[in-house]
């Protein structure tokens, strides 16, 4: 991973990896994207789970501004499951619209805290799980699933 620490490249690749997610489910309904098709998830489970780590990203990149120590640090596979599943199963019942309008919003949230965080909490070395490069990739790996899953179904 390159090390990012320009504010403005930051929020650059955060808007592109929003872009392409959206890109991704562009034009699918509610029905495709709520059938269970990626794995054990639905394409909405993925928005959700992005969702979910936006959050806590948003909150890690306020935590560690005001001084504080990543309240994520490393999580182990175990406790990396079991995050994901109950935050994906709790949201699971939500329709498209909200799911994706969470997930905009939830990166939005990260996009200003990194717009008003000193320079020191731009150093991903701060963060554990939720460092905001990390999330950037994130995003465009499950973009990218999302796109080879339509391709395979022709979706």
Known sequence: MRALTDRAQLRSELEAAGKRVSAAISELSEEQVSAVAIGDWSVKD?????????????????????????????????????????????????????????????RAMVIEAVANCPEEALAESRYGECGIQAGIEHDNEHAETIEAWRKREDA
């Open 46 to 106: 993925h928005l959700n789970h992005m969702c979910h780590w936006h959050e806590f990203r948003a909150m890690e990149i306020m935590r560690i501004s005001r001084g504080g120590q990543t309240a994520f640090p490393p999580f182990s596979d175990a406790q990396l499951e079991v995050v994901n599943r109950t935050f994906v199963d709790l949201r699971r019942g939500l329709p498209l619209s909200q799911a994706a309008e969470d997930l905009e919003f939830a």
